[in-house]
T-cell receptor, first 112, second 114 residues
């Protein structure tokens, strides 16, 4: 039981490049989330999904897109990376709106 | 939207003493309050949570209290140990039709001095 996994662990991008972060969970959770963590800012919700085929905006959605084509996967895309998107990105999942969520190990992204 | 304030931002205690971290929330509709512990370079880990129909919950050395009237909740760690040193985050969630948004505080860095 791997829990929540994220790929890649580290990535460096140049301004304007695009990339996709992959999150996978093997707990059969309905709810999945993408957060970003910046020093002194806590964890801020980017996008979330309440089930396969659904997505919704969180607190800081601008510059990001997501897809949930399979229940176990939640993808976060950056179409044109900006230095302001340098952050640590955490994926998380939960079995209900009031349980957990459980976090993945994170992806450290640097945009030059 | 919901706003969660967390205090203090840093806290140092002697090993064996107690530590208390406090959070306030703005939306009275919030009904779920988890606490996370994050060690340096690691993922946040859920350590305890409480729902709005409960006033207090305890798990060994960790307890959480909730005051719905005052809209604040607190984490209490007793008999602190060096391995309790970490950043702790509180959070609050508002229920919604098919939606779920968890708002986090900005964290408290706890240092336990041996």
């Amino acid at each position: 039981n791997a829990g929540v996994t994220q790929t890649p662990k580290f990535r460096v991008l140049k301004t304007g490049q695009s990339m996709t972060l992959l999150c996978a969970q093997d707990m059969n959770h309905e709810y999945m989330y993408w957060y970003r963590q910046d020093p002194g800012m806590g964890l801020r919700l980017i996008h979330y999904s309440v089930g396969e085929g659904t997505t919704a905006k969180g607190e800081v959605p601008d510059g990001y897109n997501v897809s949930r084509l399979k229940k176990q996967n939640f993808l976060l895309g950056l179409e044109s990376a900006a230095p302001s998107q340098t952050s640590v990105y955490f994926c998380a999942s939960s079995y209900s709106p009031t349980g957990g969520p459980f976090f993945g190990p994170g992806t450290r992204l640097t945009v030059l | 939207g919901e706003n969660v304030e967390q205090h203090p931002s840093t806290l140092s205690v002697q090993e064996g003493d107690s530590a208390v971290i406090k959070c306030t929330y703005s939306d009275s509709a919030s009904n779920y309050f988890p606490w996370y512990k994050q060690e340096l370079g690691k993922r946040p880990q859920l350590i305890i949570d409480i729902r709005s129909n409960v006033g207090e919950k305890k798990d060994q050395r960790i307890a959480v209290t909730l005051n719905k009237t005052a809209k604040h909740f607190s984490l209490h760690i007793t008999e602190t140990q060096p391995e309790d040193s970490a950043v702790y985050f509180c959070a609050a969630s508002i229920p919604g039709a098919g939606s779920y948004q968890l708002t986090f505080g900005k964290g408290t860095k706890l240092s336990v001095i041996p």
